[in-house]
């Protein structure tokens, strides 16, 4: 397994690239919570929450957590230099205007259409949308990073998703721990392919078929 | 302190505006920002078959979570109930009815009622039948809405930082979150505050929410929400 980093943070590695200078970036709980550690050094990014924060920095030490100062989370976080506090329909307003440059979040399947389905197992309870459908709908562009398979083997990548959807045809970028995809218009396009795994075994992986690209990007963290 | 308005009051005097099926609209994102003092009267005076109209039903022992998981909630409209699992609980066994509104959306309806207006128009999970179930839609230059109500409370209940004797309020760091909204939205909004100043003490410039919004001010007997991710 690559270089010694296991394989959530080299797919949270691979999502940091797509973050450059002044951006504006929401990040889902989980893997993408990884992403800022990953950022190359002197990179500028406000980091915005949607219960109303636009520039959170990185944890505060034990003992220095202010009850006031959490991510949508709950999580206590602090606030960059340059950072403000909105109220929660103002977050989400920067969201709906397409102020918000990337969301990365995690998903349970995504369609080869870019179908994005992360909120609901039938017959287990149901939690809520959240502030999900925004992020997904809304984002200017919209990153999933999740394991390549479910914890029964079975590909997350599908021609249609089984599970309800929490938005359709919104994700840009597909993430895993076998492989890169991009959403196009005509379906997945292989771009990469992190170490050591062939094509093969991603095909064989995945639930759909996909376009492999002319020079495909061997991943090694 | 002087009281010129007739704003600052007591814990026992606001609590004889609660009575049982009310609706009751709350201030707080994830257990953050709920007006802890107030909650707890509510849940000791015995008000019960609430509606309840917030972000999410924070934790079991946080928030409004603590009036859910008391079963003192007949229905919730929220985004969220995840984070408590006994709310999840409750409905699945069908003793808790529960709307969700997608979060921004939420907000919007809250902020809309507070605002004096009827609803607002909408293409977020326009798709998805949970969201767009039962909702009207509307044609608007030649692109589908829905139309989302806009929500007011018999009671609204927020948290800040400080209050003025005319009830202009300043809120603390991600504590401000729904409280905003929240606090145009009741037809009697009470404000659990930190601190209460004399008039002319905040800067003009830096008050959130102006105190024509707020009718009630009492102080708060300090939060309970630090142990939220712990």
Redesign the interface.
């Known amino acids: 397994m690559g270089m010694g980093i296991d394989s959530r943070n080299q797919m949270a590695k691979r999502a940091a690239e797509e973050i450059t200078n002044g951006m504006v970036v929401n990040l889902g709980i989980g893997i993408p919570s990884l992403v800022p550690n990953h950022l190359s050094k002197g990179t500028k990014v406000m980091f915005h ?5 636009t520039g959170m920095g990185p944890s505060p030490i034990k003992g220095e ?12 976080i602090t ?1 960059n230099s340059g950072g403000s ?5 103002i ?3 920067m ?2 205007r397409g102020r918000v440059d990337i969301t990365i979040l995690g998903s349970l399947q995504v369609s080869q259409y870019g179908d994005l389905a992360n909120w609901i197992v039938p017959g287990k ?7 999900a ?2 992020l997904a ?2 984002a200017k562009k919209v990153i999933v990073v999740m394991s390549h398979c479910d914890k029964q083997g079975k590909p997350k990548i599908v021609s249609n998703c089984s599970l ?5 045809a919104c994700v840009d970028l597909i993430i895993t721990d076998l492989a890169v995809f991009k959403v196009t218009e005509e379906g997945l396009l292989l771009t990469e392919l992190f170490a050591p795994y062939s094509l093969d075994y991603v095909m064989n992986k995945t639930g759909c078929e996909f376009k492999i690209c002319e020079n495909v990007r061997k991943l090694s963290y | 302190m002087e009281n010129p308005f007739g704003k600052i009051t007591t814990i026992a005097s606001v609590l004889e505006l609660f009575h049982d099926g009310m609706t009751l609209m709350f201030g707080g994102f994830g257990g953050v920002g709920s007006p802890p003092t107030i909650i707890d009267g509510i849940l000791e005076k015995g008000i019960r078959e609430l509606t309840l109209i917030g972000n999410d039903t924070g934790f079991p022992h946080i928030g409004i979570g603590k009036l859910v998981s008391h079963e003192r909630a007949v229905k919730v409209i929220a985004s969220h109930i995840g984070s408590n699992p006994l709310a999840g609980q409750l409905m699945h066994d069908g003793k808790l009815e529960v709307e969700f509104s997608p979060q921004g959306i939420l907000a919007e309806r809250i902020r809309a009622g507070g605002v004096g207006l009827a609803a607002v128009l909408s293409d977020i999970g326009m798709d998805n039948e949970m969201v767009s179930k039962d909702k009207p839609r509307f044609n608007l230059d030649g692109k589908d809405y829905l139309i989302e109500s806009a929500l007011t409370a018999e009671v609204a209940i927020v948290y800040a930082k400080k209050a003025d004797e005319f009830g202009n309020l300043i809120y603390d760091k991600s504590a401000r979150n729904t409280n905003p909204l929240v606090a145009m939205a009741g037809n009697i909004t009470i404000a659990e505050v930190e601190e209460i100043v004399p008039i002319g003490s905040l800067n003009p410039e830096e008050i959130i929410t102006p105190g024509v919004f707020v009718d009630y001010l009492i102080p708060s007997k300090g939060v309970n929400w630090k142990w939220a991710w712990e």
């Not at chain 1, 929450?49 to 924060?53: P, Q, T």
């Not at chain 1, 957590?65 to 206590?76: I, R, S």
């Not at chain 1, 506090?85 to 329909?89: E, F, G, I, L, V």
Request: with cysteine; aromatic share 6%; net charge negative.
């Open positions: 929450a949607e219960n109303g924060i957590e202010d009850e006031n100062l959490c991510n949508a989370g709950g999580f206590p606030l506090y909105c109220d929660s329909a977050a989400f307003g969201i709906r309870k149901v939690p809520g949308m959240g502030g459908m925004e709908q809304k309800p959807l929490t938005s359709a």
